[in-house]
């Protein structure tokens, strides 16, 4: 008879594994995997670029070195080394952050799950940008957030500031969610008083701001934007994510979250019990690469490949999509968000698209509210300006 205890606890939550993540989307991308398809859905970075000489270096180093410690259990907030380097990067680059700032996670999608456990009750509110990273939008769904969109105006200039406000006085969310640089899906960022005034709205209202930057670093061209983590008024409410995975590699699975004492606390209980502590190896590794390396040089050596392969993309993809299509010009990061015009629907036309032998993701699921169904997300960094060019050749055909 337990078993039917046990069918009765799932089904809410398989519901809303499929609502999200099982859709028929997934299974025609299924078959991006195939060599011959173009694959602009993946969102991977571009893997002849990781410095794996580099980062073997780091690993041998530190299994000669210090096997006993690299190998053994470590602390839940991360090894003392790493956070320390984490603290002085984000020191160095504008935002003052002492090592016991930071927690180290496993990958910065773990710190979205440990923030939904931590400051999350099945049924709070959580607000989002229009549209947003996907797994966001899981870890959120999965802690029973009812997930709410702020409108975001499209010509770049980021969440609008007077409807959080609204927002935030009707629906009384717990935190606020952004990706503010480079964002996934869009490629925008959000302007500097636009990240003051959304600090503003948060510290008038009471409100945390998950701040999530796995992407400032590639920066191809423009200014750098402060964190919203440094305006006034945010710094006490603002948690800050970073992670390896764009700059050194995702496969090391290292991220980090920097955030006010109690909250720190909080997500380290709930890191206790997700995995006690994200691998010592790899932690001790990247610290050692850090120390040894020269990581900015490699990520501006990224830097530069990408803004090539963006620049392929931007060269060619009027003649790609349907007239009266218009996209974003990222100035980083690895994605670009295009709209076809009305009529079209990306989620009906992508079968067609990947027989051509390219494939792109729909917009509609990143949509929290009312998605746009005319709307794609393309990544223009996994492959060459060549294969760049064939395949926007191919999505032309695939659209016509
Ligand atoms: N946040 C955003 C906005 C992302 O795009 C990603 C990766 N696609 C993540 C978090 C998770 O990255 P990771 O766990 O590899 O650090």
């Known amino acids: 008879m337990t078993g039917l205890g046990i069918a009765q606890a799932v089904p809410p939550l398989a519901a809303r594994a499929t609502a999200i993540g099982g859709s028929p989307v997934r299974e025609i991308l299924a078959v991006t995997a195939r060599p011959e398809v173009i694959n602009f859905a993946g969102g991977l970075p571009a893997p002849e670029l990781f410095d794996a000489e580099g980062i073997a270096a780091a690993f041998?180093?530190?299994?000669?070195?210090?096997?006993?410690?690299a190998l053994q259990y470590s602390t839940t907030e991360g090894e003392p080394v790493l956070r320390?380097?984490?603290?002085?990067?984000t020191t160095a680059r504008g935002l003052p952050t002492d090592a016991d700032d930071v927690l180290v996670t496993t990958g910065s999608q773990q710190a979205l799950s440990l923030l939904a456990t931590a400051l999350v009750e099945p049924g709070d509110t959580v607000l989002v940008e229009s549209p947003c990273y996907l797994a966001a939008l899981q870890a959120f769904a999965f802690a029973g957030a009812r997930v709410v969109a702020v409108p975001v105006d499209a010509d770049g200039g980021g969440i609008d500031p007077d409807a959080l406000d609204e927002l935030v006085t009707?629906?009384?969310?717990?935190?606020?969610?952004?990706?503010p640089t480079f964002q996934n899906p869009t490629g925008r960022t959000m302007a500097g008083e636009r990240r003051a005034a959304v600090a503003s709205v948060a510290a008038r209202r009471g409100v945390w701001?998950?701040?999530d930057d796995p992407y400032g670093e590639l920066r191809f061209e423009g200014e750098r934007v402060p964190w919203i983590a440094s305006y006034d008024g945010a710094q006490d409410r603002t948690v800050l994510l970073g992670s390896f995975s764009k700059v050194m590699a995702p496969g090391l699975r290292l991220g980090w979250l920097r955030a006010p004492a109690a909250l720190l606390r909080a997500c380290a209980v709930a890191k206790q019990a997700a995995d006690l502590h994200t691998p010592t190896v790899n932690q001790l590794a990247a610290a050692r690469y850090l120390a040894d390396r020269d990581l900015?040089?490699?990520?501006?050596?990224?830097?530069?490949?990408y803004r090539e392969r963006r620049d392929a993309m931007l060269a060619g993809i009027?003649?790609?999509l349907p007239a009266g299509s218009t996209w974003t010009r990222p100035e980083g990061g690895m994605f670009l968000w295009a709209r076809l015009p009305e009529s079209y629907d990306t989620t009906a036309l992508l079968r067609g698209v990947v027989e051509q032998g390219v494939a792109y993701v729909p917009g509609a699921p990143f949509y929290a509210g009312e998605p746009?169904?005319?709307t794609l997300r393309l990544c223009f960094v996994t492959q060459t300006p060549d294969e760049i060019g064939e395949g926007l050749r191919r999505l032309a055909k695939g659209l016509r």
């Open 170 to 179: 009707r629906e009384r969310p717990k935190l606020l969610y952004t990706v």
């Open 372 to 374: 746009d169904p005319a």
């Open 60 to 69: 041998r180093d530190v299994l000669a070195h210090e096997p006993e410690r």
């Open 318 to 320: 009027a003649d790609a």
């Open 84 to 89: 320390a380097a984490l603290a002085e990067r």
């Open 296 to 305: 900015d040089a490699h990520v501006a050596r990224v830097a530069g490949v």
């Open 209 to 211: 701001i998950v701040e």
